[in-house]
């Protein structure tokens, strides 16, 4: 809005980069969990003592830390969102 103040505006902004990029990790996230999946159903997979064992140890392991940090990093900034549009919201003061 032309009223904004130029550290509300720029604050407005901050929160549309953090909610786009906080959807296409998410979005990232379920790609690489799709792909790992499809890659469980279709391959033989070696015998391992645990779960634990394969994904972080065998050839799963980027796809296993790929789903992880993509989803973390999708809620860390879905988290951020949250508190930018409640800072916005509900005054600012220190903003503008």
């Not at 997979?45 to 972080?56: W, Y």
């Amino acid at each position: 809005q032309s009223s904004d103040s130029p550290n509300t505006a720029r604050l407005k902004r901050l929160h549309m980069l953090v909610a786009w990029t906080s959807l296409v990790s998410e979005l990232t996230a379920i790609m690489y969990a799709t792909i790992a999946r499809n890659v469980l159903l279709e391959a033989a997979v070696p015998h391992t003592h645990s779960l634990k064992e394969l994904l972080l140890r065998g050839e799963y392991a980027l796809a296993w830390t790929g789903v992880n940090s993509h989803f973390l990093f999708g809620l860390l900034g879905f988290v951020s969102t949250v508190s930018l549009n409640a800072w916005l919201s509900f005054g600012c003061n220190c903003a503008g």
